[in-house]
Structure formats: C-alpha cells, structure tokens
C-alpha cells in the first residue's frame, strides 16, 4: 500500500504562484509513474500532469500552456507541482496520484493510489 498526502494548496490572486507536494509513504515509489489531477466544483476530476520514474518523461494537459511543472525526488519519495500565472478556473481540489505501471493515460481509473487532495483557490 503506498499513502499519499498533498501539501501546499492555499488561496491566491489571479498571477500567483503555489507550489503542491505530494508525499508519499508505505513503499518506495521510485518505480512509480506520479500524476496531479484537479477537480473543480460539479466538475469531474480532470488530469493535470504526469512523471515518469526518472524524472525526466512528463506531459502536460493542454490547459497548462506552459504555466506548471511538476517534479519528483524519490530520495524524499516525493512529488511537486508548481503552479504559476494561476488563472480563476484553475480553482479545484488537487489530487496526486500513483501507479506502478510502464506506461498509463491520462484517466484517473488508471490510477491505483491517491491522496485526499488540497484545495487551490484562485481570485480575480
């Protein structure tokens, strides 16, 4: 079993920057593929961003344009999210998320373990 825990979540203005951590606990997840989804209000939970295991392989949903990076330090078994030039509708709950898969989508079915997410608010 491996637990994840997000951190970082907060209210900005429309500009802001927020930086999400994900920990993670019970197993290493060195050989984990780590996403971050969101899910707005009445909205179903969208895919964010993805990170292969060696940090070096991620995709983005096109709704990012460039705006977040996500990162991962498996010495820290860890994952991050920095979210910059933060709009309104980036306002969600934002989940991380692991599978131990070679290769997986962009739909959270695929996803075997999740957190209980932080909340991000954006202003205008």
């Known amino acids: 079993q491996v637990q994840l825990v997000e951190s970082g979540g907060g209210s900005v203005q429309t500009g802001g920057s927020l930086r999400l951590a994900c920990s993670a606990s019970g197993r290493s997840i060195t050989r984990y593929i780590l996403a971050w989804f969101r899910q707005a209000p009445g909205k179903e939970r969208e895919f964010v961003s993805r990170?292969?295991?060696?940090?070096?392989?991620?995709y983005y949903a096109d709704f990012v344009e460039g705006r977040f990076a996500i990162s991962r330090d498996n010495d820290k078994n860890s994952v991050y999210l920095q979210m910059d030039s933060l709009k309104p509708e980036d306002t969600a709950v934002y989940y991380c998320?692991?599978?131990?898969?070679?290769?997986?989508?962009?739909?959270?079915?695929?996803?075997?373990?999740w957190g209980q997410g932080t909340q991000v608010t954006v202003s205008s």
């Open positions: 998320a692991a599978v131990a898969m070679v290769r997986v989508g962009v739909e959270a079915h695929e996803y075997l373990y």
């Open positions: 990170i292969m295991w060696n940090g070096e392989t991620t």
